[in-house]
C-alpha cells in the first residue's frame, strides 16, 4: 500500500536555527499538506499546497514558515528561526483531490521537532 | 467556542463491550465529517468517513446529524486492539483544511 513518508523521525535543534522537515508524498497524490501537534494537544492545520503554490493556511503558519515542492517527489516544511514553542510533532500528509467525503488525507509517520 | 469538542475521557472497558462517543462541532459550513484513530505517538489513520444517512464498517457505526452539528461513532464487540484515541475531525465546504478535535481515549482491557 502507498504510503507518505518523512524523515527525519526525530531533529534536535537549538533556539534560532533553520530547520527543513521532508516528506515524500503518495505519487498519484496532488495535494500536500503539513499539520502539527504539541504533545498532548489536538493536531493543528498548518498549511495546504496544490500546483505548486499555497491553497490554504493557518494563524499558525507565519512568515516563519515556508513550503516548499524542490522536485517531482518532495515536499518540504521549512522553519527559518525556530522557537522553543515550535517544539512538536509535525504531520505531512497528502491527498487525491483536496475536498470531499472521499478524498482521504494520508498521513506520514511525523518528524519529532525538539527545539532546545 | 471550540471548533470540535470531544469527551476525552478515557473510556475504560472491558472486551465484548459496546462504547459510544460523541462530538459536537461550531462551524455550520463544515462538509466532510470522519473519525481517525490514533495510537499513542502515531500519526492519525483514517478509520471511516461519516454520511448523512449514516454509515456502518463492521463493528463500526458512525452517525451524523447535521441539524445539531453532532456526529458519534459507536463500537460494538470491542477488542484489545481498539484501544486508541478516536479523533472527531471535520473540514468545511470551501476549505482544504481538517479541523481535530482532541480526541477521546478507549482502552479495552480483557
Known amino acids: 500500500e502507498p504510503e507518505v513518508t518523512q524523515t527525519p523521525s526525530h531533529q534536535v535543534t537549538q533556539m534560532g536555527q533553520e530547520v527543513i522537515l521532508r516528506c515524500v508524498p503518495i505519487?498519484?497524490?496532488?495535494?500536500f499538506y503539513w499539520y502539527r501537534q504539541i504533545l498532548g494537544q489536538k493536531v493543528e492545520f498548518l498549511v495546504s499546497f496544490y500546483n505548486n503554490e499555497i491553497s490554504e493556511k493557518s494563524e499558525i503558519f507565519d512568515d516563519q514558515f515556508s513550503v516548499e515542492r524542490p522536485d517531482g517527489s518532495n515536499f518540504t516544511l521549512k522553519i527559518r528561526s525556530t522557537k522553543l514553542e515550535d517544539s512538536a510533532m509535525y504531520f505531512c500528509a497528502s491527498s487525491e483531490w483536496g475536498q470531499g467525503n472521499t478524498d482521504t488525507q494520508y498521513f506520514g509517520p511525523g518528524t519529532r521537532l525538539t527545539v532546545l | 467556542r471550540k471548533e470540535v469538542e470531544q469527551d476525552p475521557g478515557p473510556f475504560n472497558v472491558p472486551e465484548g463491550a459496546t462504547v459510544a462517543f460523541n462530538c459536537t462541532y461550531s462551524?455550520?459550513?463544515?462538509?466532510?465529517f470522519f473519525w481517525y484513530r490514533q495510537d499513542c505517538r502515531k500519526e492519525p489513520k483514517l478509520l471511516m468517513s461519516v454520511y448523512s444517512s449514516g454509515n456502518e464498517d463492521g463493528r463500526f457505526t458512525a452517525q451524523l446529524n447535521r441539524a445539531s452539528q453532532y456526529i458519534s461513532l459507536l463500537i460494538r464487540d470491542s477488542k484489545l486492539s481498539d484501544s486508541a484515541t478516536y479523533l472527531c475531525v471535520v473540514r468545511s465546504g470551501a476549505g482544504t483544511a481538517l479541523i481535530f478535535g482532541k480526541g477521546t481515549t478507549l482502552s479495552v482491557s480483557s
Open positions: 462551524n455550520s459550513a463544515s462538509q466532510s
Open positions: 505519487s498519484n497524490h496532488l495535494y
